[in-house]
């Protein structure tokens, strides 16, 4: 993860580098490295995939700036992604944002052991969100990631979970897909952590956003200079779901037609092409590779 990008431009190593001296340990051996075992653990996962999409972002600006609209429209992230959509605007300083994932990542993980009889999330392929709106009410779960027309993400209890596959199941619904997470991550298990998490972010100091960022809780811009909102929305955020539909609708319709994916995988490109069939997409995966 990010180790070609580090072999090859001396600002990305030095970003890894910088990375190994905030958190105390080599994320950058990690990253490069493994086990994967470890890197794949929530704590370790979520600051290594900040500085690895963030590696992306400044190895396009090096390689290939014509790629990137200067300044965008918009920018968003999906979940974790936000925090890198807020140090590519401005908004929060690298060193902070390294800080404050390792921790949502540490405080994910123990929300998820602590929640008793263990909980997790399902992914639902072709169901109609109204539908599993109130099948998820029916059986005391969460709509936790509005992906994409026909593809959502359900959170909740490894008890709750089973009555609602089996629900589903029930009413028809052929594809639902246990999910490789270690808790109910944006739903209301998550919200004791979001207490704590939200001290940490109360202590950061945010600066005024060269653009905006749309928002994974309300699917709108959030102000540009309003530090108390970007502390709400961090914390927030990692109880609501996210709503990446109407986010990638707010960007189209406001302009925004075409959408850079930056970090590994291919994933919110996918989402973005089923979502707005009008918009022009590039990855940075292959951007990278030309």
């Known amino acids: 993860m990010g180790k070609e990008l580090a072999q090859n431009f001396t600002e990305i190593a030095e970003l890894y580098n910088q990375a190994d001296a905030v958190l105390g340990f080599s994320l950058s051996r990690l990253c490069f490295e493994g086990p994967e075992a470890d890197l794949t653990r929530t704590d370790n996962a979520q600051p290594a995939l900040l500085v690895t999409s963030l590696a992306h972002l400044k190895a396009i600006q090096l390689r290939q700036p014509a790629i990137l609209d200067e300044p965008p429209l918009f920018v968003a ?3 974790l992604g936000e925090y890198t959509a ?6 929060l300083k690298f060193e902070d944002a390294l800080r404050l994932v390792r921790e949502r990542g540490r405080l ?14 399902v992914a639902v392929i072709g169901a ?10 029916q059986n005391g779960v969460e709509i936790a990631n509005y992906n994409s027309p026909g593809q959502t993400a359900v959170s909740g209890t ?8 089996q629900a589903a199941k029930e009413a028809g619904i052929k594809r639902v897909i246990p999910l490789p997470v270690s808790a109910a991550f944006h739903s209301s298990v998550m919200r004791p952590m979001a207490a704590e998490l939200g ?16 928002s994974n809780v309300t699917a709108q811009p959030l102000p540009l200079d309003d530090a108390a909102a970007l502390q709400e929305e961090l914390t927030v955020q990692t109880y609501s779901p996210v ?30 092409k089923r979502i707005e069939k009008g918009a022009e997409l590039v990855n940075s995966e292959d951007v990278l590779k030309a």
């Open 108 to 121: 994910m993980n123990e929300a998820g052991q602590g929640s008793g009889a263990g909980s997790g999330m």
């Open 128 to 137: 109609d969100d109204a539908q599993l709106e109130e099948m998820a009410r």
């Open 243 to 272: 709503r990446w539909v109407e986010s990638v609708r707010t960007m189209f319709n406001g302009g925004a037609t075409r959408f850079v994916e930056i970090g590994t995988g291919k994933v919110l490109t996918g989402l973005i």
């Open 77 to 79: 992230g999906h979940s």
């Open 199 to 214: 001290q940490l972010i109360s202590q950061i100091t945010f600066s005024p956003a060269n653009f905006p960022v749309v």
């Open 86 to 91: 807020l140090v590519a605007n401005g908004s």
């Open 158 to 165: 490894t008890e709750g979970l089973a009555r609602f596959t």
